[in-house]
């Protein structure tokens, strides 16, 4: 079992930045791939970006390339999500999940565990 908890969610205006985190409960962290997925009010969980155990490749939905930027510290369980440029369309609460089989980083049915999630909201 993996426990994930996230934090670093709050409120920020149009063109700002945060950084999220996720913290791992588990030493084997550094085997799983990790991924952020969002969910605003009234639609579907939607893949954010993700990457694999290693960090040797990043993955990105479209929307966010070029502002979002994932990355790990298996030193620290931890892996983050900078979101740079945020856009009130970017509000959302966000999850972490993390995955052990090989399959696609964007399908969300990949993914064994997940986090509590934490509120972003962008104010226009």
């Known amino acids: 079992q993996v426990q994930l908890v996230e934090s670093g969610g709050g409120l920020v205006q149009a063109g700002g930045s945060l950084r999220l985190s996720c913290a791992a409960s588990?030493?084997?962290?550094?085997?799983?791939?990790m991924g952020w997925f969002r969910q605003a009010p009234g639609k579907e969980r939607e893949f954010v970006a993700a990457i694999t155990w290693n960090a040797g490749a990043t993955y990105y939905a479209d929307s966010m390339k070029g502002r979002f930027t994932i990355s790990r510290d298996n030193a620290k369980n931890t892996v983050y999500l900078q979101m740079n440029s945020l856009k009130p369309e970017d509000t959302a609460l966000y999850y972490c999940?993390?995955?052990?089989?090989?399959?696609?980083?964007?399908?969300?049915?990949?993914?064994?565990?997940w986090g509590q999630g934490t509120q972003v909201t962008v104010s226009s």
């Open positions: 588990r030493r084997t962290f550094s085997t799983y791939a």
């Open positions: 999940a993390a995955k052990r089989r090989a399959g696609s980083y964007a399908f969300l049915g990949e993914y064994d565990y």
